[in-house]
């Protein structure tokens, strides 16, 4: 059996040209099993020039199994003002390797890369696709890139998502004489080979990861190696990023003197919280003035993509990248006589997390710190919509880089326990003869439970909103005939929404009995395959608690014969409970499930089904009612 193994090799033998043999029976069985695609071959060839001159030389090869494997075989890169890309080439292979087309450059687009929210950027993409559809074939590509700066440097992941295996990829980086490189490895203990002036590594053999529910995010498991320069060039700017201290004097470089306000403003902000007591109070007051006054536009030109638009363009122009729009926030509250501070931050999910050991621009959104103490004030300046002093799942519960007068500093932004993810929800319904259910639906969310609602009232139209409601309840007919919000801000903001919702034969009705399910919505899908062999530790990545408290009438003239049992958990994976009570013609239910954020290793994965399955057959247990003889 192959084993996947990650092998060094010598610069001398780095870019040998040799003729690719992409017969798909040339790929051992062991890579082919649970795969997608296959990476065949790669070449990453990174060669420092200078501290401005960066050239980027890429090859690859990736062969395309099945129909899910078709993401892979797109061509696409980036270019800008500062990145340039040329010398696009490409060839398509059948499955016995023979070349059946070759890329025209007619056939490359090449688009700005639009947002729909970006009213200046010079950076575009070109795309390249044969839409071949005869499994398996293999698309081989090649490109340069010419990089005006080291501030990036170009780090190597030579898995690329799950289900893909990974035949032959090589990675070289060529350093001028006495250049310091730095370099992290991640998921692999080996060392490179490290020659004169070059670093190389190599991964062989590695089979396919199978994606695992509830497993670490997939950049903590494949092996990948990021790469770091201590002094580098910019833009037209230099600096130095060996630690993260010096890594933040250049973002106070690139901010200096972007703080002045305009007379005018200045005299709004004194109007504003001029006799206001407290920090917290003043904060808020002008954090809800720049949403009210600014909107967010991207605006990536150049080094502008990094450096923001100064606070005048700002006060003037009404708008501003989430660069622009933090350091607009740190003048108002500067000249309100508060410290705040510009923090960069990895946002979003699958974000790559910053290492603490290892200084590099992890970055992608900026945010606002309005040091407090252990009581910080937290704010996102690009949502004109969002509480003061909550991040929520964008930006929340992660490390981040303040940058204060000195450099950089590395922070936490908050975490938000079980309790401040709250949903409470208190459902009064009723079902009539005929099986037909209405229900008034009553839901207090908190924290990051309310980000949906929130989303629902401030971002869509009544339409979407409406088709959005129509789909997400647990019930195979409905219809959602009334939906109403309310909000109330604050660091744990909260959303109450109001919905009625008709549910036509939710009952089963047979003969003289009838068959009901009384957790009406939320219920547990998830049954975990007690069959599964384990490979990846279990880690729940966020913490939240649902109450739901349920009260049902049924039609008269039925008694109870069959109840199902009261159930309660509590381990390591959570705590549930769901209790259950008839009096007369009245169902009621209450159901608590609360979740914390923690990881397991994989050998536990057998408890972890019996858990998910305990709480299945709870949520979806049945009561039965017969019809009383007249």
């Given at each position: 059996m192959m084993k996947p193994f990650l092998i060094f090799i010598f610069l001398s033998a780095a870019f040998a040209v040799t003729a690719q043999n992409y017969n798909?029976?040339?790929?051992?069985?062991?890579?082919?099993?649970?795969?997608?695609?296959?990476?065949?071959?790669?070449?990453?060839?990174?060669?420092?020039?200078?501290?401005?001159?960066?050239?980027?030389?890429?090859?690859?090869?990736?062969?395309?199994?099945?129909?899910?494997?078709?993401?892979?075989?797109?061509?696409?890169?980036?270019?800008?003002?500062?990145?340039?890309?040329?010398?696009?080439?490409?060839?398509?292979?059948?499955?016995?390797?023979?070349?059946?087309?070759?890329?025209?450059?007619?056939?490359?687009?090449?688009?700005?890369?639009?947002?729909?929210?970006?009213?200046?950027?010079?950076?575009?993409?070109?795309?390249?696709?044969?839409?071949?559809?005869?499994?398996?074939?293999?698309?081989?590509?090649?490109?340069?890139?010419?990089?005006?700066?080291?501030?990036?440097?170009?780090?190597?992941?030579?898995?690329?998502?799950?289900?893909f295996s990974v035949e032959q990829s090589r990675y070289i980086i060529e350093v001028p004489a006495g250049y310091k490189l730095r370099y992290k490895q991640l998921n692999t203990s080996q060392q490179p080979v490290i020659s004169q002036n070059s670093y190389a590594w190599e991964l062989k053999n590695f089979k396919a990861i199978q994606y695992e529910r509830y497993r670490p995010s997939f950049n903590s498991i494949a092996p990948s190696v990021y790469v770091g320069a201590d002094d580098f060039s910019f833009g037209g700017y230099t600096g130095n990023m060996s630690t993260w201290l010096d890594f933040g004097k250049f973002n106070v470089t690139l901010n200096k003197g972007r703080d002045v306000l305009p007379d005018n403003i200045k005299q709004e902000v004194h109007k504003l919280v001029d006799g206001i007591p407290g920090k917290e109070e003043k904060v808020k007051i002008l954090y809800e003035y720049l949403q009210k006054n600014t909107r967010y536009i991207g605006i990536q030109l150049g080094i502008g993509g990094w450096q923001p638009f100064d606070a005048k363009y700002v006060a003037t122009n009404k708008y501003g990248d989430c660069k622009a729009l933090s350091n607009y926030m740190?003048?108002?509250?500067?000249?309100?006589?508060?410290?705040?501070?510009?923090?960069?931050?990895?946002?979003?999910?699958?974000?790559?997390?910053?290492?603490?050991?290892?200084?590099?621009?992890?970055?992608?959104?900026?945010?606002?710190?309005?040091?407090?103490?252990?009581?910080?004030?937290?704010?996102?300046?690009?949502?004109?919509?969002?509480?003061?002093?909550f991040m929520g799942s964008f930006t929340g519960d992660r490390k981040a880089l303040l940058i204060d007068d000195d450099g950089g500093h590395v922070v936490s932004t908050p975490f938000y326990t079980a309790e401040d993810n709250l949903q409470s929800r208190i459902i009064n319904a009723v079902i009539d003869a005929d099986g037909n259910l209405a229900a008034d639906v009553n839901t207090h969310c908190t924290g990051s439970q309310q980000e949906l609602q929130h989303s629902l009232m401030h971002e869509a139209t009544k339409e979407e909103r409406d088709k959005y409601l129509n789909n997400a309840l647990n019930l195979p007919t409905y219809q959602v005939t009334r939906s109403d919000y309310k909000e109330t801000k604050g660091r744990i903001p909260v959303v109450d929404e109001y919905l009625h919702v008709v549910a036509p034969n939710y009952v089963t009705v047979s003969g003289k009995r009838m068959f009901i399910e009384p957790n009406l919505f939320n219920k547990t899908r998830l049954k975990l395959s007690p069959d599964e062999q384990r490979k990846f530790p279990i880690e729940f990545s966020s913490s939240y608690k649902d109450v739901d408290t349920i009260h049902i009438v049924l039609p008269t003239g039925y008694n109870i014969e069959a109840l199902p049992k009261d159930v309660s958990v509590n381990n390591d994976f959570g705590q549930y409970s769901i209790r259950f009570k008839i009096t007369d013609n009245n169902i009621d239910v209450i159901r608590t499930m609360i979740s914390n954020r923690s990881f397991f290793q994989a050998d536990r994965y057998s408890e972890l089904v019996k858990y998910f399955d305990t709480l299945y057959k709870a949520d979806h247990s049945r009561i039965v009612f017969v019809k009383k003889e007249s």
């Open positions: 798909v029976s040339a790929i051992p069985d062991s890579l082919k099993e649970n795969a997608n695609a296959v990476k065949r071959m790669e070449e990453f060839h990174v060669i420092i020039k200078s501290l401005d001159k960066v050239i980027v030389k890429h090859r690859y090869a990736i062969t395309i199994l099945n129909e899910k494997g078709d993401e892979y075989a797109e061509y696409s890169n980036n270019y800008s003002s500062l990145e340039g890309l040329s010398d696009i080439s490409g060839n398509l292979y059948d499955a016995s390797g023979k070349k059946i087309q070759s890329v025209k450059k007619k056939d490359i687009s090449d688009v700005s890369i639009a947002d729909g929210e970006s009213l200046m950027l010079d950076d575009r993409i070109k795309r390249h696709n044969f839409y071949n559809r005869q499994y398996p074939y293999t698309v081989e590509y090649e490109d340069e890139q010419q990089a005006k700066g080291t501030y990036f440097l170009q780090s190597w992941h030579p898995v690329e998502g799950d289900e740190v003048s108002l509250l500067k000249e309100a006589g508060i410290k705040a501070n510009y923090v960069l931050i990895s946002a979003g999910t699958g974000y790559r997390k910053l290492q603490e050991d290892f200084p590099a621009s992890y970055f992608n959104h900026i945010i606002t710190c309005v040091p407090n103490g252990k009581d910080s004030i937290w704010l996102e300046c690009t949502s004109q919509t969002k509480s003061a002093g």
